[in-house]
């Protein structure tokens, strides 16, 4: 007997955080499709409510919310009404982020602490009001954020983002040890190059094949990945396909940390193994 809600979502409450724009929406989109009802909060509401409306024509409960997560108590607000909105809460999603770019050199504490409260402080927010309503309810809950990369390489012009980015993953295992106990799941996806509205715009506007970039860096699937591409992962992660992990922070960069660094040095090598060095004759000094 086959199972059409084998992902466990079916009538789940959840909380998109960014979801109406790019990866976020994609995300949204797909827990829907999955038969989650979805609250989509975002900083810009007419994307929010845009998103709501799409999610309604899948023939779930949808709502939209509009707030800066940036900021404690607004995020503290999104939780609370969107829980209240849908009856409880159970899943969310969270996916806000942005880089500036300095050097270490030049970056100024603004920029610093602003790319900080982006890409970290807002996830202790999101997520330890999430947590706070999920263990009140007694239901527990599944959690996902969206990590980076460039939390895991250096990260030029970049170095805040960075640093963010690995403090989240940092964040994701201690959330997951801490809640554990109350049945609440956390887990986090790092994407490589993403071919965003945001990425593609930019691409576009320098007439840069994106696409071709990436075959010159070596990627392995030669091409950038689509925001559904990180969706998929996201939503199997809060799904019951992943009831039994937590902790961890799953790379999807389509096989670029599983290429070989050094592609000069290795057709270097390749070339010498055709031409090889003879081997002297028995005492004979070199």
């Known amino acids: 007997m086959t199972n059409p809600d084998f992902l466990g979502l079916q009538g789940k409450p959840a909380l998109v955080v960014g ?11 797909l827990l829907a499709r999955a038969g989650a009802d979805v609250v989509v909060a975002d900083l810009d509401g007419d994307r929010a409510a845009a998103a709501a409306q799409e999610i309604e024509g899948l023939g779930v409960r949808a709502g939209a919310l509009t707030g800066d997560v ?13 829980a209240d909105m849908l009856g409880s809460l159970e899943v969310v999603i969270n996916m806000v982020g942005t880089a500036a770019h300095a050097s270490l050199l030049e970056v100024d504490d603004n920029t ?41 390489y250096g990260a030029p012009n970049h170095g805040a983002y960075g640093a963010a980015k690995a403090g989240v993953m940092a964040l994701v295992r201690t959330m997951a040890q801490e809640w554990g106990p109350h ?16 990425i593609v715009a930019a691409y576009d506007e320098q007439h840069v094949d994106f ?29 019951d396909l992943a009831s039994f992990i937590t902790g961890h922070t799953i790379v999807v960069d389509g096989g670029q940390r599983a290429a070989f660094p050094h592609g000069r040095s290795t057709e270097v090598i390749r070339s010498a193994s055709t031409h ?5 004759p028995l005492g004979r000094n070199t």
């Open 19 to 29: 979801g109406g724009f790019g990866i976020g929406r994609a995300s949204a989109l």
């Open 211 to 239: 696409d071709e970039t990436a075959r010159q860096d070596g990627a392995p699937l030669g091409r950038f990945g689509t925001p559904e591409e990180i969706a998929g992962p996201l939503v199997f992660l809060v799904s």
């Open 183 to 198: 049945g609440i799941r956390v887990n986090g996806v790092a994407p490589d190059m993403i071919a965003t509205p945001r």
């Open 112 to 152: 610093w602490n602003t790319d900080i409260s982006r890409n970290l402080t807002q996830h202790l927010y999101v997520g330890r009001a999430a947590a706070k309503r999920m263990i009140s309810q007694g239901t527990g809950g599944r959690i996902a954020v969206v990590a980076s990369v460039s939390g895991l």
């Open 70 to 82: 940036t900021d404690e108590a607004q995020a503290q607000e999104i939780v609370a009404t969107a």
């Open 276 to 280: 090889p060095i003879a081997t002297p």
